[in-house]
């Protein structure tokens, strides 16, 4: 229809407007112009723009730079006027166009179409103002729709950075889709640049455009079945991540503690590894220290209690006398006091051993009791000890730590209490096939005990009141000792006490059975059995158990509590023709004593055939004489030892037992104090070697000894010992442990090396140590015996009996408490 | 059909609804899209799949659910993704309507073998337009609902009757338009 500069035109009005409308379709805004410029037709997107354009002059309303005055003459040089800018006025509106003008026959065409270089301009025109093959149009539909599918694509690649960042995917690729991305907003921007330029740029940069459109839609669809695996993957992944992430983080926290926790266990491990060694540094230095101690503390006191003894012994006058007990009883107290914090030291470091050898129970409640009697005879309390008779006779464990219980509780007892009595018990608890265990109990009639103290008392360096200190003294360990003792032997301890009343302490102990064959059976003899025996005491306690050993020895008896009772019943029993056999008698009896008893029952005729045994606590010089004269058969002290009061019976009631002496026509066993250092026979012929340092300790023990009748050679060291023994024969040494040149271990091993296998010569230990190993230290270097320093005359005494009469047997077991 | 259609009706079920209501409403079409490309050409089957089962899954008839979809294409769908499109189509809905036909022309020109909806205008001397639509895919409630919407983007409450319908055994859908 418009082909180069020919246009053929027809005269037909209607198709002149039939041909302008279809080339309205290539280019919306057309005008006919006739010569006088007057507007003859205008496409409708002209119409609809200016309302009035047909039969108005053109340049009312359109403008055409450059070309008004060609127009005006008519004299367009060329039949086209080409790149025509054009701009269309409708009131205050203006719109851009572009386009052509040809000359037609009686005047000329305007074709145009939109010039639009912004978004702006665009908005003015409408979707009829542009040709159906309007690029600008097609470059529409694209950027909507590129920017939309740019759109899903950013999208799609957000959400593949997410999965990318959280599957880990390499940043390169990540990068690559960035790069793509700017690329694509910098095409974006190009192309929206360059997007409304003439058609010929235009369409190649819209090919551009839609070549990258493509690469972006490639792209997308990429995208998209990337992601979509990715979705699907990443649904998985991000339940797992989850899942992992609160894993991790109570794993984390969790490790958190543990590493701290680590941390302080560490921390303290260390710290306790310090402790320990500290620990075992100071226990070292403490247990050194208690050595040095006991052997620098006992040592001088060794001397002072030695020396007291000794000088107890010379002319003195009452006043001298008094002072040196003084000395000696605190001497004795000092050593208490050490020998406690030894023991308490020993228990709490773990040190303490036990022994276990055979002993008689009895013979050791005997041995403790003894100990205390001297104590009490200034009190008027009376001492009252029961022995069990289903109680195994012979029974194994380790008495002196036993008899340190006892005393423990017995010399608090006696501390605590001014009148009354103090009964020590000794019951069978229960027994197996290899054990019995033992109760026994302690009790006074002393001050008692206050309830809320009661749970204190068993604590180290605790008493009832801090005033009992300064009172009664003691370190307050007498009773933890006891405590820990007894629950290492296996039994529990505990206390009743009334305040006022009194108190019991009861404990229990677990020790070995002898074996059968080794038990001795004790035999009741005839002489005994079922006699009449008469017991008079004012105390209940000890007529109570006196008529118990009785019964249990098959005796009928009576008990009563007074001397006139006594009296009365013995005629009454003569005249019921059963005379009393035997009359136990105490001494200490108000009114009317034992003694007074004595004469009257040797006054009367009537009753005087009957035996009679003085039991006293408070035995006095004198005393046998006295009671011989009066007609006394028998004279026992208190606390009675059953087995002495059952062999004195036996011996006076006919059946007289081995080995039991009858002294001045009194049987007796004496524990008079006059009597203790005296000499039971002469040692003159006894030789005894001493080997000891100290000098004064060497004293003590040599006066000691010479006091006692033995011969005593004295040497300063181990060393001087050996070369004694090569010259002379020595019935027994005592050997000091630890004393300069060679100490008494070493020397004792020369010893025994000297002599070889045919000779033998007792070697006694002298020791201050008191530590749990010297028994250990002596036996293994061949000592055969240990007495701890300071030197007890009677302990000294009984070790030599032992050792230096042992082939004679002069005292039977039975016999020795 | 265009994906700017089936990208109307997930847009549709997702903000009225939710994504999981459309992912059962997809895999029930047997559709696997993860998105669609407003510019791309999807089967018609497909279209009406979704519709349909998103009648099912959704329970709304489903003429009154492609009514809805109408509206929510025009206001939502439709105007974000050719936004100067819009712009240029009309400045009232009248002059919106009547350039349908070169709108969809132009828009389906790069696909090809595209069937575009072709209307055909009646103008009645009163001012009502009749809108002569023959639809092969019997979406002419969508149709419905596009019109409405068109009026809502030129916030004008448009008087809306169709007269005929295919689907009522006519030989085409009209629409009469009052515009007020």
Known sequence: MYDGNNIPINSSELKYEINLNQLSRLAPFILAVDEGLVVTWASKSIVSKVAGAIGTVISEFVEMKGIEEKLSLSLIESNVEKDLKVILKSGNDRYSLFGYLINITGGFLLLASPDVKTAQDLEKFSIEDFSENNLTMDLLVAQDEFRSSFNDAKLAMEKLREINLVMGTSKQELEEEIRLRKLAEEKQIETARGLFWRSEELKASNEEFRAHADLLMKRKKELERVTNEALAANEELQREIVNRRIAEESALKAKEQVEEANRQITIAVTRANELAITAEQANKAKSDFLACMSHEIRTPLNGVIGMTSLLLDTELSTEQREFVDMIRLSGDALLSVISDILDFSKIEAGKIDFENIYFELQTTVQEASSILVQKITDKKIELISFIDQNIPLVLRGDPSRLRQILLNLMNNSVKFTDHGEIVVKAMLDSETDKNATIRFSVSDTGIGIPKDRIGLLFEAFTQVDASTTRKYGGTGLGLTIAKQLCEMMGGKISV???????????????????????????????????????????????????????????????????????????????????????????????????????????????????????????????????????????????????SVLFDSMATILGEPVADFKIEEGLVTRFTLAEDTFRAKKTHGNVRILLAEDNLVNQKVATKILEKLGYQVDAVNNGKESVDALRINNYDIVLMDCEMPVMDGFQATIAIREMEGVNKHTTVVALTAHAMSNARELCINAGMDDFITKPLDPKALVELLDKWLEKEDKIYSTSLAG | MKGVVNKGIQELVESKFDSEKWEKIKSLAGCNEPFFSISEDYPDKMTLDLASSASGVLGIPIDILLVEFGKFWIMNTGKTSYPMFFKLAGSSPREFLLNMNR???????????????????????????????????????????????????????????????????????????TFP
């Open chain 1, 496 to 642: 009743e006490s009334e305040v006022g009343k009194g108190s019991t302490f009861t404990f229990t102990v677990v020790l070995e059975k002898e074996s059968e064959i080794k038990q001795r059976v004790r035999v009741i003899p005839a002489s005994i059995q079922n006699k009449h025996v008469l017991v008079v005491d004012d105390n209940d306690t000890n007529c109570a158990i006196l008529t118990a050993y009785l019964d249990q020895w098959g005796c009928r008896n009576l008990a009563v509590s007074s001397a006139e009772d006594g009296l009365s019943q013995m005629r009454r029993a003569v005249d019921k023709n059963d005379p009393f056999d035997l009359a136990l008698v105490d001494m200490m009896m108000p009114d009317f004593n034992g003694a007074d008893f004595g004469v009257a029952v040797k006054a009367d005729d009537k009753i005087s055939a009957t035996h009679l045994i003085m039991l006293t606590s408070t035995a006095q010089r004198g005393d046998v004489k006295t009671l011989t004269s009066i007609g006394f058969a028998g004279y026992l002290t208190k606390p009675l030892n059953p």
């Open chain 2, 103 to 177: 709108v969809h022309k132009q828009v389906t020109k790069s696909i090809p073998n595209a069937t575009p909806p072709v209307f055909i205008f009646e103008e009645l001397p009163d001012g009502r337009l009749l809108m002569h639509y023959k639809s092969e895919r019997g979406l002419c409630s969508a149709l419905f609902g596009l019109i409405l919407g068109v009026g809502m983007y030129f916030n004008q409450e448009l008087k809306l009757i169709e007269t005929s319908c295919m689907k009522k055994g006519d030989t085409k859908c009209t629409m009469e338009i």
